[in-house]
């Protein structure tokens, strides 16, 4: 499913409607995590009043409330429909970015769609077999790579546990 599609599907599930119903909240990031292609996507939630995140699982037979928490960082409102890049380009540009700089295919991708410091942006992840890891930040609106990070999941120790 495209984002557009879950946030859709999301926004017009019994669940959603009610729990929306009491709540003053805003979206405020959008994650995916996969191997081939996304099957299920987290969507979450900030209510400003209570500092409190609820969190929507989304994938094609349903829509359902995961997880609630606080939060006490500054948290910026998601504009669902300012991105003009999609998923599939933020993490084609990510992958060309990580090919530049890794010799191994990468095994998994988290994706997630956010407002930080630096704007909106297309978080991606990319790891590989070695537990490596490659992180690109990408602008949603125009696809112009803002930062990126390459480092092991797991530092080696010669020292035992």
């Not at 991606?124 to 696809?143: H, K, P, Q, V, Y």
């Amino acid at each position: 499913m495209k984002l557009l599609e879950v946030i859709a599907k999301l926004e017009k599930s019994a669940e959603f409607l009610v729990w929306k119903g009491h709540s003053h909240s805003f979206l405020m990031s959008v994650f995916t995590m996969y191997e081939q292609e996304p099957d299920e996507w987290l969507v979450s939630y900030f209510d400003p009043e209570t500092r409190g995140v609820t969190t929507f699982q989304v994938d094609a037979e349903s829509c359902h409330r995961k997880e609630e928490n606080k939060v006490e960082n500054p948290v910026k409102e998601l504009n669902i429909r300012k991105p003009n890049i999609e998923m599939e380009q933020a993490v084609a540009t990510a992958v060309q970015e990580y090919e530049k700089k890794v010799a191994q295919k990468s095994v998994k991708t988290i994706a997630i769609l956010q407002n930080i410091d630096e704007g909106q942006v297309w978080n991606i992840s990319l790891m590989a077999a070695n537990f490596s890891i490659f992180n690109c930040r990408i602008d949603s609106e125009t696809g112009k790579v803002s930062s990126s990070t390459f480092g092991q999941l797991f530092s080696q120790s010669s020292k035992g546990v």
